[in-house]
């Protein structure tokens, strides 16, 4: 089937499932590592159109591309990233999901210290939020400084820190204030070791079959959401980078440079950043519209441009982020 073809498909025809998937051996490792710590709880998985987990449901929804190589490739295509595409990406999200399933299993955010620790967890969900990138406060599991987003994502982050074998929690925030917390998160958990939960439903939120749109109506809500929003670019930082002067009209011009490092710039600007990379993509794009029409050429050794432009993006990003404009993910 071709790409035009199959963005055609409805997804709850996409007869996707986990079983027999990559997918399985992950939640495999989850539960083991859940044993390990004498959870009884195990969260119950099916396949959705995003990650979450729905309140009062101790089990986790699954993006549907990643249950075959052919819609991980889509996504790829689509999204420029696949969430969870990787075993230790996977895992991170997996862990902080579970977080919430557990959560929910044992009604935890109901406590009176688990409040007094993380906050109340009936705060509405804001649509953006602020993040303070250098507070101690909280731990650092998820991209984008999740934990800061809320309540409740303060408390999964946490937890999948401290189910982590690999973390060395201990070791890592033994002077950060957030260390109160994963040493509350292991008081809790050992407390409920051995405990039967006291939420057992099988609940399966919007899973695959009962999806009807297209992968084509999927992808473009999807670009929507993750759509730029970004203030125009400065003229005056375009040309600080490159050139307008006549004197250079024979060089490579500013747009065809963007463009040709566009991959790379969005890859490193999204490590530094945590921002998903089709958001920095449309900066990319504004950014190379804008020099087109300015008729700006690169004239400075390609070493150099490519440094500046990548802090250039990088900043413009962090003043959207501090502007409190970091959309919730999962």
Known sequence: MKHEELLDVRICDLGVKIEGTVLE???????????????????????????????????????????????????????????????????????????????????????????????????????????????????????????????????????????????????RYATWPAKKKLEYVDELMSEIAHTPPLVRSREKVEPVSQIRKTLREYYAAKHELYSTGYPDFYDRDLRRLFSDSKEHRGSETAASFLSRIRPELRRAVAYWTGEYQYTIDQVLQEMIARCRQLKLRRHLPERRVKQDATVLVTVQTMNYLHDGHHRLAL
């Open 25 to 171: 051996p992950r939640i495999e490792r989850l539960y083991g590592e859940l044993e390990r710590r004498s959870i009884r709880a195990r969260p119950h998985f099916w396949l959705s159109d995003e990650w979450f987990t729905p309140d009062g449901v101790p089990g986790v929804a699954i993006p549907f591309y990643l249950a075959h190589p052919r819609l991980m490739k889509l996504e790829q295509r689509q999204m420029l990233e696949v969430e969870g595409g990787s075993y230790g990406w996977c895992m991170r999200i997996l862990r902080h999901e579970a977080g919430h399933a557990i959560d929910n299993a044992y009604r935890l955010h109901r406590r009176r210290q688990w409040q007094e620790v993380f906050g109340r967890s009936s705060i509405p969900y804001p649509q953006f939020y602020q993040p303070k990138p250098y507070s101690k406060s909280y731990v650092l599991h998820l991209d984008s400084w999740y934990a800061q987003s809320h309540p409740s994502e303060d408390f999964a982050e946490s937890f999948a820190v401290w189910l982590n074998p690999e973390s060395r929690w201990r070791r």
